[in-house]
Nanobody
Framework: QVQLVESGGRLVQAGGSLRLSCAAS????????MGWFRQAPGKEREFVAG????????YHADSVKGRFTISRDNAENTVYLQMNSLKPEDTALYYC????????????????WGQGTQVTVSS
């Protein structure tokens, strides 16, 4: 069955960096778009970044552009989110998801989700 397992989240000070990983299994990873979303308490799930199957096409939300970078390793069935210059407003539960089509900012366009990894940025 399809499984997505995120890791790498932790408490970090503002200005610091983290790299999140999402290990995929149960499907042909290189056939699918992958995305990262986040959800803070009391807020809706928010698109962060997406990458197409080849890794050559990527899209980042304006709120993270220039600070976060999505990438993937199809040989390792893993998608990454490099997060630099972290801010307290980046605090959220971060999810990876498998895209049913191309890169979309809408959660309903993603058909499988991981359980999330918590990122907390202290000021």
């Amino acid at each position: 069955q399809v499984q997505l397992v995120e890791s790498g989240g932790r408490l970090v000070q503002a200005g610091g960096s983290l790299r999140l990983s999402c290990a995929a299994s149960g499907f042909t990873f290189s056939d699918y778009t992958m995305g990262w979303f986040r959800q803070a308490p009391g807020k809706e799930r928010e698109f962060v970044a997406g990458v197409i199957w080849s890794g050559l096409g990527r899209y980042h939300a304006d709120s993270v552009k220039g600070r976060f970078t999505i990438s993937r390793d199809n040989a390792e069935n893993t998608v990454y989110l490099q997060m630099n210059s972290l801010k307290p407003e980046d605090t959220a539960l971060y999810y990876c998801a498998r895209g049913a089509r191309g890169i979309s900012t809408r959660p309903r366009e993603y058909d499988y989700w991981g359980q999330g990894t918590q990122v907390t940025v202290s000021s």
